[in-house]
């Protein structure tokens, strides 16, 4: 007979969970006690109904409060779809302040970390995250921790059972609440897909059994999550994501699930994956732009968005940048212009460069567009946010400005400036807060 960890291992195996290892070796350090001599001082957590959020380093707790109202209003809806009865036991948040700790503690190496851009991970049902001035641009960091508590009650509902694409795919579905209900693909995903497609190159099945934070790069690692996602929407249309994984768990077979839900055998589903439910995939016209990986080496964000870009756009660019320094705005947007109009997928800082330069020159009008379409096209840009906040707290839009505050400090809080716009305008309007629901219509 197979020992509780023989059994525990062929499970985890055979339903391909992200890091399994990790359950059958020795418990993870906890976070407190690994950073109980840390030289950030001492460990901090605050609470809220549900939820414990511990930090180290005292300048992360900037989005604590934040954090917590954000998870609270998610959890109001997601509890009714993932729960049969409330739990009284609050659900763990561990903000680490840099990727070497991430590494220690996680037992993901550093290498896997910059090789796929990994910044969250649930492990022993504990959510963790890297804080986001890790990364040049920072990143959605309220989405991934409803991304992250999404895996947490699926692990509450099967520990086992699930396979790493149902897992991611059925994460992403649900981590754009409270606000956004259904799954949503951003340009740079859809953009990445379309290469990938186009090239008859997207991932079989088989290949999406594989842990995610083990892929050779940021684009598969990237593209794994697309087609997880796309999958698990499939799936959810068919029988109900959820309501697949109960059943998963009360038969202790995934296969037999899969049948019950699409009333295909896993070897039909497999052969079919790529063929017939991938090709189906629609992308969106005019939705697609190109994908910018997520970056750990602390270069400069202009060069590592321009590196692809030809020789001819990257002069016009850099003219562009030189007029600029010298007063000369017209002249500069110019030049900008026409660097954006030579690439088919022109760098977010080219486009932030080209607003701020028609905003110099006193056209507003033109330099509204530019941002309106970069934020279009890349949602998570802190900076084109926070230059929009600007421009509508001019034209005394104060409820939109602050909403486009709230969008850049939901990715990068470290933003210059950012934190004090924020509190200037909460002074003169305290009603306004990191929730986004009182002012929805």
Same mark, same amino acid.
């Given at each position: 007979m197979r020992s509780d960890v023989t059994k525990r291992f062929l499970l985890c195996v055979l339903s391909g969970l992200v890091l399994c290892s990790t359950n059958l070796q020795a418990k993870l350090p906890a976070f407190r006690e690994f950073?109980?001599?840390?030289? %950030?001082? !001492?460990?901090?957590s605050k609470e809220s109904a549900h939820f414990v959020v511990s930090w180290v380093h005292p300048r992360d707790e900037v989005i604590v409060d934040a954090l917590l109202e954000h998870i609270?209003?998610?959890?109001?809806?997601?509890?009714?779809?993932?729960?049969d009865q409330s739990s009284t036991h609050k659900a763990p948040v561990e903000i680490f302040p840099d990727l070497k700790d991430f590494s220690e503690v996680s037992g993901l190496s550093m290498a896997r970390f910059r090789a796929t851009g990994t910044i969250a991970?649930?492990?022993?049902?504990?959510?963790?995250? %890297?804080? !986001?001035?890790?990364?040049?641009?920072?990143?959605?960091?309220?989405?991934?921790?409803?991304?992250?508590?999404?895996?947490?009650?699926?692990?509450?509902i099967s520990e086992n059972m699930v396979p790493i694409w149902l897992h991611e795919g059925t994460a992403q579905l649900f981590q754009g609440y409270p606000y956004e209900k259904k799954p949503v693909l951003k340009p740079a995903q859809w953009g990445l897909f379309k290469k990938y497609k186009k090239q008859n190159k997207l991932l079989s099945l088989k290949s999406l059994q594989e842990p995610f934070p083990y892929k050779k790069d940021p684009e598969e690692a990237e593209l794994s999550y697309v087609q997880a996602l796309l999958f698990a929407d499939w799936l959810n249309q068919s029988c109900g994501a959820i309501q697949l994984i109960r059943w998963a768990e009360a038969a202790q077979d995934l296969g037999a699930a899969l049948e019950k839900c699409t009333k295909k055998s896993y070897k039909d589903l497999d052969a079919e994956f790529l063929p017939k439910i991938m090709a189906q995939v629609k992308i969106p016209e005019g939705s697609d732009v190109e994908f910018y990986a997520r970056d750990f080496s602390g270069r400069d964000p202009v060069e590592v968005e321009g590196q692809k870009k030809d020789r001819e756009s990257r002069n016009f660019a850099e003219l562009g940048s030189r007029l600029f320094n010298q007063g000369r705005f017209r002249a500069s947007a110019f030049e900008m212009d026409r660097a954006i109009h030579k690439t088919p997928a022109p760098p977010p800082s080219w486009q932030r460069q080209l607003a701020v330069s028609y905003q110099r020159a006193n056209d507003l009008s033109k330099s509204a567009q530019v941002l309106d379409k970069l934020l279009k096209d890349y949602p998570e840009d802190a900076s084109g946010w926070f230059l929009r906040a600007a421009q509508l707290k001019k034209e005394k839009k104060h409820l939109e400005s602050w909403n486009a505050l709230l969008h850049a400090f939901f990715v990068n809080p470290f933003l210059e400036s950012l934190t004090d716009e924020m509190h200037l305008l909460k002074e003169e309007f305290p009603k306004f807060s990191y929730s986004f629901n009182m002012h929805k219509d």
């Open positions: 950073f109980k001599s840390s030289s %950030l001082g !001492p460990v901090k609270e209003w998610a959890h109001r809806d997601l509890e009714p779809i993932f729960k991970l649930t492990l022993e049902q504990r959510m963790m995250i %890297l804080f !986001p001035r890790n990364l040049a641009f920072g990143y959605g960091w309220a989405e991934t921790v409803v991304h992250e508590y999404i895996h947490y009650l699926i692990r509450e």
